[in-house]
């Protein structure tokens, strides 16, 4: 049987996760999951699936959260530390589906641990890309991309010379204003960014759909799972959210991935550890779908995807500033406290700000993030007091 832990349990991915394992219990065995403020949730997911440990990271839900759990033989932890506690625990396989930075130490130290790393937290990857890899090829274990971009990215050129790539396309759906003006961007609400015409995900994903600010991470991200340059990275609008990622080569021949528009397609590549099995997931019917539709991006109407090439340009600590700077904007928006087109201004004036002061060095280290990190957003914090 195969120990895994689902950190970020609760959530969207976590969930899905959960899902896929519920119909091959016999294959796994569950070590720990982790959530936050949904302890109900979390409880029930432990017993259900026998869980060993559990945690929340709010520290204040540790009684009530131990109190559900009284009379099952499952360890309570609350806080950071606690989620530490479950992703450092000795097991086969760990999903970090965490949202935003929180994730990022989570991730390291389950690679630490010894597991291969599903890894949905994109954030982590974008903010410590070099470390991650380091970790995984110092501790032998595999770092598995669940985006579905990034899934699709592994499929397509899995069996491919690196020489014969010229490029990767990666696509996106444009989210909840695809058929919005720029004009039309100027006063919509947080309710109207946290609706997706295709993909049922967590609330903050959602909005950075509708932004570009989660393709922006993604093509960092890219750059950081397969060593890919700005030239080499392209994104296009497709509205059916169907075509995930494609390969060009060298002799003008592309392979396209597709699949529904269902994480538990990505989710299932990289619990299965690449390995293809039968299952019963949706499949696409393309004589139903009749027609897949391909634009450019606007960046002027997308300005955080043009930011998302300059910080892959950068390289080094812009990840993890323009990480940083984004969720502090995005709390910003979703607490009405700034408009929804003036997160990409708070972000560069953050990134312009550190640039000048020499802060994005190009050397990636753990303790520069986490202070950079607290820096880039109090800088945020104050151009959202400004705009
Ligand atoms: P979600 O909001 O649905 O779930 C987030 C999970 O993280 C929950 O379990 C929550 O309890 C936990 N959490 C929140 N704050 C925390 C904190 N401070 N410390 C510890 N745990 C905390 O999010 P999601 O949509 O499942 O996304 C999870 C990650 O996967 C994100 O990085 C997202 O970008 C990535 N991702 C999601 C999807 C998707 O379809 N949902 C697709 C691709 C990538
Ligand atoms: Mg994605």
Redesign the pocket.
């Known amino acids: 049987m195969k120990k895994i832990s689902i950190?970020?349990?609760?959530?969207?991915?976590?969930?899905?996760t959960l899902d896929l394992i519920s119909s091959e219990k016999d294959s796994f065995k569950v070590v720990g999951l982790?959530?936050?403020?949904?302890i109900d949730l979390?409880a029930q997911n432990a017993i259900d699936f026998g869980a060993d440990i559990v945690?929340?990271?709010?520290e204040s839900k540790f009684y009530d959260l131990k109190n559900l759990l009284s009379g099952h033989n499952i360890i309570v932890c609350a806080g950071?530390s606690g989620?530490l506690e479950v992703s450092n625990q000795q097991t086969d396989w760990v999903m970090?589906?965490?949202?935003?930075s929180?994730?990022l130490l989570?991730g390291l130290s389950a690679l630490e641990a010894g597991a291969n790393v599903a890894l949905?937290?994109?954030?982590?990857m974008v903010a410590a890309g070099p470390i991650m890899k380091r970790l995984s090829e110092i501790n032998g274990v595999k770092l598995i991309p669940?985006?579905?971009e990034h899934s699709a990215i592994a499929q397509v050129i899995r069996g491919e010379e690196r020489e014969t790539l010229s490029k990767i396309i990666i696509t996106a759906s444009g989210g909840a204003f695809r058929n919005f003006s720029k004009s039309e961007l100027v006063n919509v609400t947080p309710d109207q960014a946290s609706t997706h015409p295709n993909?049922?995900?967590?609330?903050?994903?959602?909005i950075?759909s509708a932004s570009l600010f989660?393709k922006a991470?993604e093509v960092i991200e890219a750059k950081e799972f397969f060593n890919l340059s700005v030239s080499e990275i392209e994104v296009v609008i497709h509205p059916e959210s169907l075509v995930h990622a494609i390969a060009c080569f060298h002799d003008g021949g592309m392979k396209a991935h597709l699949s529904p528009a269902d994480?538990k397609h990505?989710i299932a590549y990289a619990l299965h550890e690449e390995e293809r099995l039968k299952l019963s997931l949706d499949e696409i019917n393309l004589a139903d779908v009749g027609a897949l539709h391909f634009e450019a991006p606007d960046l002027d109407k997308y300005p955080a995807l043009k930011l998302g090439y300059e910080v892959v340009e950068h390289g080094g600590l812009a990840g993890a500033a323009f990480n940083a700077a984004k969720e502090e904007a995005l709390d910003s928006f979703i607490n009405y406290k700034l408009s929804f087109l003036g997160m990409a201004d708070v972000v560069r004036a953050t990134l312009d700000e550190l640039n000048s002061k020499n802060e994005l060095e190009k050397v990636v280290e753990i303790e520069r993030i986490m202070e950079l990190d607290l820096l880039a957003r109090s800088i945020a914090k104050k151009y959202v007091e400004k705009n």
Not at 55 to 58: I, V, Y
Not at 199 to 206: C, E, K, N, S
């Open positions: 950190l970020g349990a609760t959530g969207s991915i976590g969930q899905n982790t959530g936050s403020g949904n979390l945690a929340t990271a709010d950071p989620i970090s589906a965490i949202v935003g929180a994730g989570p949905a937290n994109k954030e982590s669940v985006d579905s993909w049922d995900m967590g609330q903050r994903i959602t950075d989660n991470l994480m990505a």
